[in-house]
């Protein structure tokens, strides 16, 4: 069981969609990361929302230009993007068992980003497994985009991944870090408790 299942018992999408929506009737920017992907790769290129929940990012990409697909397990979170545009593929899988091919879509991803804490609420153990997949997925040149905590005041549950594991997880599955930064407006990486991480394959 995923530290988010534990977490939420997967029942959390309209709650989470809602905490988002009154922070951007607030005036709030709500889509740094999808800004922060956009500088990454141009518009018409193929994005992978990995643990995609209620879609905030992919649906802002997808109104940007990109060729987004979703995935996230958590069904509560995709019905709540399902909802919000239907006509994106979404798909409910493990990132564990993430292969393109048996979706019937192709595994050149220009860009694959894992926002939302991704990597510090999966099971644990399985990290490795998941960078694996998602390297897999991305195109030669293609990007892998992080953004997780690593403190408690980042996290809702206790830190459990670390940097120098993550970068360890990312080199055995063949990409190499590119940059790093401390928020998704990229502001330079000075060590602190948040890291948005940028790898290449």
Known sequence: MSRWNELTGETSGSDYAAGFAALSRSGKDVHGEARFCAALVPAGARVLDAGCGTGRVMIRLAE???DCVGVDLDASMLAVAEEQAPDLPWFRLDLTEFEPDLLGIAADF????????IFPLLAAGTEATVV??????LRPGGLLVAGFGLDAAHLPVPPSITLPKYDGYCAAAGLALVDRFATWDAD??????????????
Do not use: C, I, K, M
């Open 132 to 137: 694996e997949r998602l390297a897999a997925a």
């Open 188 to 201: 330079p990486y000075d060590g602190g408790g948040y890291a948005v991480s940028v790898h290449r394959r």
């Open 110 to 117: 220009d860009l694959v980003v894992a926002a939302g804490n």
């Open 64 to 66: 940007l230009g990109y």
